[in-house]
């Protein structure tokens, strides 16, 4: 589709490719978050949940920086996900990062 393109259409168009490849997938979607036991309000939505197992992050910026990564592994650490990809598209070549998140240990570690 080309860089620089707005992160809606790049998510879009994820949607029809999964679609194509009969990858199960949620689109924006809805987790909630509890603090000692109580849910809290705000609303938390990720772009894509993955076959239950992969958070997937789009981004249409310039470059991923920490803000981004931090970002996604705070989706991770609170959803118990142990797979997370952040994929940036605008730059005019796309840049993917993947991370695993053990639950045992509470590391995120890039592979």
Not at 26 to 32: L, T
Not at 75 to 98: H, I, W
Request: with cysteine; glycine share 4%; aromatic share 18%.
């Amino acid at each position: 589709m080309g860089p620089w393109l707005n992160e809606y259409i790049y998510q879009e168009a994820l949607k029809v490719a999964f679609e194509e490849k009969q990858i199960p997938y949620e689109k924006e979607y809805y987790f909630q978050v509890t603090f000692h036991g109580q849910p809290l309000s705000h609303k938390h939505y990720m772009d894509f949940l993955c076959k239950g197992e992969v958070v997937l992050e789009c981004k249409a910026i310039s470059s991923i920086g920490t803000e981004q990564r931090q970002q996604l592994w705070n989706y991770m650490r609170l959803t118990s996900t142990p797979f997370g990809v952040l994929y940036n598209f605008a730059p005019v070549k796309d840049q993917c990062e993947r991370y695993y998140y053990d639950v045992k240990t509470k590391n995120i570690s890039a592979f």
